[in-house]
């Protein structure tokens, strides 16, 4: 960045007295490049944090469509085999898919080859009613579970979902069965402002125009990266892992108690929706730079 633009990052990041009674995690301190560096897009790899029914099927498949080099690592054995074979050091992927972010930067990355970081964030409550409908038909996924649907998803709430406060368990290192902290709460708010990318699975086109400028990718004058856009975000647009089921609104008991017990990353995702709305600036600089 210029000087006068990374003031005006710098400016965009600054932290509250608050947040500067929390650092970031180490891991994300030291291996993920800082918001406050202009991308370089021919230089970098990206690597995503696939969040469960959070738009990563088709923030997948869309830059696939485009010919991007993609590597999913979403299980721990399979990111430990990566490390042996120098997957970010060979140079030869563009963007990493790993639900595991910080188990997988750890192992992954070093620091003569630091990633950029982008996430794609869903409403915590719409996330888990996505979960409930989706694994009751999944055959594929190993997480399938038929017996769901002989179950109300108020009954499901109470009874069979581990999957609480995932965003903030999942930057934490954590265990779906140990349990979240403020601490750990407000490591991922500063880790997620000062080194991710933020996208809204609510806003999937601008994030993924967001995450194009970061990539260096060309969707304006690249027919094959209009035409990808077009595909998936036009008229006859489609949608990978999309699963059709009844909406749930704020009175219903399942959502206040699936809300209740998420209420870490309900304060993440709220945080998350304000860091969107500050990026467009940091955004567009990036823009001005690489262009």
């Known amino acids: 960045l ?24 180490p891991w994300a ?57 120098g997957l970010i050091q060979s140079g030869e992927i563009d963007l990493v898919f790993s639900s595991f972010p910080g188990f997988a930067i750890e192992h992954l990355v070093d620091s003569a080859h630091k990633v950029r970081a982008l996430g794609m964030f869903r409403h ?25 649907k002989d179950m109300d998803i108020l009954e499901w ?15 934490a290192g954590k265990l779906q069965r140990e349990e979240a902290t403020e601490k750990d709460l407000a490591l991922a708010k500063q880790t997620i402002k000062m080194r991710f990318v933020v996208g809204l699975m609510d806003e999937m086109e601008e994030s993924i125009k ?41 009175d219903n008991p399942a959502w206040q108690l699936l809300a209740e017990q998420n209420s870490y990353d309900m304060q993440l995702y709220e945080y998350a929706v304000q860091l969107f709305e500050k990026q467009k600036e940091l955004i567009d600089s990036y823009a001005s730079m690489i262009s």
Not at 125 to 137: A, E
Not at 157 to 171: G, P, Q
Not at 220 to 238: D, E, I, L, P, Y
């Open 124 to 148: 915590p409550v719409d996330r888990l009613v996505s979960k409930f409908y989706y694994l009751q038909i999944a055959t594929w996924e190993r997480t399938y579970n038929p017996a769901w």
């Open 157 to 171: 709430a109470k009874t069979s979902n581990m999957d609480n406060d995932h965003m903030v368990k999942k930057l």
């Open 210 to 250: 967001r995450f194009n400028v970061v990539m260096g990718i060309d969707t304006v004058t690249s027919q094959s990266g209009k035409g990808c856009m077009n595909g998936f975000f036009g008229v006859n647009a489609r949608r990978t892992n999309s699963n059709p089921h009844p909406k749930m609104d704020k």
């Open 2 to 25: 210029s000087l006068e633009q990374d003031a005006e990052a710098s400016s965009l990041l600054e932290e509250s007295p608050e947040e500067r009674t929390y650092t970031l995690y």
């Open 29 to 85: 301190r030291r291996l993920i490049r800082p918001l406050t560096t202009t991308p370089e897009p021919e230089r970098e790899t990206a690597l995503f944090w696939h969040i469960p029914k959070s738009g990563g099927s088709t923030v997948k498949q869309l830059y696939k469509c485009m010919g991007k080099k993609i590597d999913v690592k979403s299980r721990p054995a399979e990111i430990l085999e990566s490390k042996e074979l």
